[in-house]
């Protein structure tokens, strides 16, 4: 009562050996590679060696094999691509690191004395930091000989 048509089992065959079942559609493969090469697809098709054929309606497609090549090359390009984005990422938080280790903390609040006032006490932070030149009883008392400063230098007149 109820038979399968003859039809249904019937696969065309291309004439590189491939069956209709072995080929996909050129618009079920833009679904896949989400965005088309600015090219087009016959040209850039054409390009990597993979040949175009009508399937069994007619449409232009490729072959299974030709598909995987494809869909692979996209799957390593999206792989390097987060690879250079974890980098970046990776690049960016190591020079905000620098950046932010570089950045004066000030002093803590409570080595700041009574009476005085935070802008004070940062300045002179500052200027207790700065290496000081030694004086001229310093050098002569370490026997290292004596440093001369001149008040004024060469070259100024």
Do not use: C
Request: glycine residues 6%; aromatic residues 4%; charged residues 30%.
């Amino acid at each position: 009562m109820f038979r399968s048509s003859p039809v249904a089992d019937i696969e065309q065959v291309d004439p590189n050996g491939s069956t209709s079942s072995d080929l996909i559609p050129l618009s079920h493969l833009a679904l896949d590679l989400a965005e088309p090469p600015a090219e087009g697809w016959h040209v850039y098709l054409a390009g990597r060696g993979v040949q175009i054929t009508l399937d069994d309606i007619g449409r232009p497609s490729v072959t299974r094999t030709g598909a995987r090549m494809l869909v692979t090359e996209r799957h390593e390009a999206e792989a390097r691509k987060a690879q250079k984005l974890e980098e970046a990422e990776r690049a960016a938080v190591e020079q905000d690191r620098q950046r932010r280790a570089s950045i004066w903390g000030g002093i803590p609040a409570d080595m700041i004395p009574v009476g005085v006032s935070p802008a004070q006490a940062m300045a002179l932070a500052e200027k207790d930091a700065r290496p000081r030149r030694r004086s001229a009883l310093e050098d002569s008392l370490s026997n290292s000989g004596t440093v001369f400063h001149p008040i004024r230098h060469e070259d100024e007149s």
